[in-house]
């Protein structure tokens, strides 16, 4: 990994972050489902084993977009398209901000709520995250709903995301969506 942004960019993504960003979109609406099912469920083995799970692929997740951001730092993504207007790339680079900071903060919350409730993340079952907050019920309370309005805002900026992305592929027919699907990086 280089320690300053490369100055080449070139039509297509590279292959880490194209790696990068489909493993997010995989992972994200995995743990937004499970999140939904299991709390239609009553209290349980079951529904404790995937509270278990949710929080597992949570901090994984956070993992990824820590690993993601210092990737993105360190190597430039390619130029937008001289054919985007203005008002375009500054929705693109709104839109992406708004990503990385839900990416972020939607796993911390729920590690902030764990912590409130007094209900230890411990990863794969053996290592003991440390509790962030100290327990209060309020404030995990108030964690929780933050919790889950972060994600219904995370669910319709992915929305706004993928609906642009098929915006330029079928209407302006321009090469934005084709940047970053997998494939040699030279077609």
């Not at 039509?11 to 990068?20: E, F, G, Q, S």
């Not at 997740?61 to 190597?75: D, K, N, Y």
């Not at 992406?96 to 409130?116: D, E, N, R």
Request: hydrophobic share 50%; proline share 6%; glycine share 6%.
């Amino acid at each position: 990994m280089t320690s300053q942004p490369s100055s080449v960019t070139s039509a297509r993504y590279d292959p880490v972050a194209k790696l990068l960003h489909w493993l997010m979109a995989l992972l994200l609406p995995s743990i937004f489902a499970l999140g939904l099912y299991m709390t239609g469920l009553s209290f349980s083995p079951e529904k404790l084993k995937l509270i278990s799970w949710h929080k597992w692929a949570g901090i994984i997740a956070l993992a990824l977009v820590v690993f993601r951001l210092l990737w993105r730092f360190t190597h430039r993504p390619p130029a937008m398209p001289a054919t985007m207007g203005r008002w375009q790339k500054t929705g693109a680079h709104f839109g992406h901000l708004g990503l990385y900071l839900l990416m972020v903060t939607i796993p911390v919350s729920g590690w902030l709520m764990s912590s409130a409730k007094g209900v230890p993340t411990v990863l794969f079952g053996l290592w003991a995250l440390p509790d962030l907050v100290q327990r209060d019920r309020d404030l995990g309370d108030l964690l929780q709903s933050a919790h889950w309005y972060l994600n219904v805002l995370l669910a319709i900026v992915v929305v706004g995301h993928v609906a642009a992305a098929l915006k330029h592929h079928f209407i302006d027919k321009d090469q934005v969506m084709k940047r970053m699907l997998p494939g040699d990086p030279q077609q």
